[in-house]
């Protein structure tokens, strides 16, 4: 045991906190207490903590969200009595590390926090560990701003903890990358990483894919690994339930031959984040997890990475085609912090490459989607503004996908009611020059 592991007691029975305190000591802990969640989150705030012991009493399940949100490193132990011990068991799937019983005694009290404490520092070295050895994969998160330099220090933290990890961003920000650094980073990295685009399948396709029916499924087959659930919000409820419930339990209930079978998964939820404020925001969709939030900024809020963005994909062009590209001109790189850039970093990708590819001519214009000698890779991209350019392609794209609007805002990397209104725009403003 550490002599230096700090353990915050949270109950509300005051007579019983004394002799708490007076155990802990004894073992080489340092112990402090709150006798309630209020005055716990203001504790957690500002002192470094490395267990929680909760009591169910003071606070129930809801409290462990709260503590999750003030203290992502801190295990937490949660304690009730036999009584209620299977109701306090469900905060095993909100990520408490273990229950306790008050009527099994102070040994079992103390394993529990002993076997917390040393799995909380098993974690965090490893994860600090592979931060320091992993600058190569942090290096895909490209710029310097404030919104960025906040998205390392969260996905280290993420990485460090064994609970389950929502990843929300707008189209185009990457929050696939973000899902395979923060397993990456985590004690799971060497293990199976595997994505489930359940947007793109019908449920009972997903039920079965997850839980298999004579086959193992995934929650089996990604043993010790990290499982993506992209767009997790198109799941059905009662699904999301299940598998909720599966890794609370640690212990899926596949149908047919061999019944149940262990579960060892790290879940990643992905989901689309939207600026339309009647929305329901992502914690209300996938209130069957408790997890930690992990917001990707859209490209329009940090707008002073743009250059660094550019400078790096063009440096990626140079290496892969093993040609020299030299810098752009000031006056190239203004016009493109002014853009919304609705497509977020990988709009800023594809315009970097058409750009790269359009002035090379012909032979490079082949290795995009652009035909030989088409009008785009004709186009003099000196003469033409950024939005110009922008509607001369998406219309060219459009062409190639013969009118299929759904298909050309895939290829775009666009959401589709973006590109529905640039189309309306574009109409609009051809309609407006032909008038009298």
């Not at 992502?72 to 304690?79: D, I, N, R």
């Not at 070295?125 to 994969?137: K, M, P, T, V």
């Amino acid at each position: 045991m550490h002599s230096a592991t700090r353990v915050l007691v949270i109950d509300a029975d005051n007579a019983r906190i004394p002799s708490l305190l007076e155990l802990l000591a004894a073992a080489g802990y340092e112990g402090h207490h709150a006798t309630c969640i209020e005055s716990a989150t203001e504790h957690l705030a500002r002192a470094g903590t490395d267990v929680v012991l909760l009591s169910f009493d003071a606070g129930g399940l809801g409290a462990l969200t709260r503590i999750a949100a003030a203290a992502p490193h801190a295990e937490v132990v949660l304690q009730s009595c036999a009584s209620r011990e299977i109701e306090a068991r469900e905060g095993l799937r909100l990520g408490a590390s273990d229950v306790t019983v008050w009527e099994r005694g102070t040994d079992v009290l103390l394993f529990a926090l002993e076997r917390a404490a040393r799995d909380g520092r098993r974690r965090q070295e490893l994860a600090l560990l592979r931060a320091r050895a992993s600058e190569q994969a942090l290096g895909s998160l490209v710029g310097r701003s404030a919104p960025m330099l906040a998205l390392r220090e969260l996905i280290g933290r993420a990485a460090g903890s064994r609970m389950t990890v929502l990843v929300t961003g707008e189209p185009g920000t990457g929050k696939d990358v973000i899902a395979r650094l923060v397993h990456d980073l985590s004690d799971r990295a060497g293990r199976p990483f595997v994505a489930l685009r359940c947007h793109q399948m019908q449920a009972d396709a997903v039920e079965a894919e997850l839980f298999g029916v004579k086959r193992e499924g995934l929650l089996e087959r990604v043993r010790g690994g990290t499982l993506v659930i992209d767009e997790a919000r198109s799941m059905p409820r009662a699904l999301r339930e299940r598998l909720a419930l599966a890794l609370a339990g640690r212990l899926v209930d596949r149908e047919g031959p061999g019944g149940g079978a262990p579960v060892d998964v790290r879940l990643i939820l992905t989901a689309r984040s939207t600026t339309d404020s009647r929305a329901p925001e992502s914690h209300e969709l996938l209130g069957e997890w408790n997890f930690i939030p992990i917001s990707l900024p859209a490209l329009r809020d940090r707008r002073s990475d743009i250059p660094i963005l550019v400078k790096h994909f063009r440096d990626r062009i140079a290496r892969d085609t093993g040609t020299n590209l030299s810098a752009l001109a000031p006056e190239e790189i203004t016009p493109l912090l002014g853009h919304q850039w609705p497509g977020n970093v990988r709009e800023l990708e594809h315009w970097v490459e058409r750009m790269v590819y359009a002035a090379a001519g012909h032979e490079a214009a082949k290795s995009t989607s652009a035909a030989p000698g088409s009008e785009f890779a004709q186009l003099d991209t000196a003469r033409l503004s950024l939005d110009a350019l922008e509607q001369k392609y998406i219309l060219h794209v459009l062409a190639q996908e013969q009118g299929h609007q759904s298909r050309t805002a895939e290829r775009l990397g666009i959401d589709r009611r973006t590109l529905y209104r640039k189309l309306k725009e574009y109409r609009d403003k051809a309609a407006a020059n032909d008038s009298p």
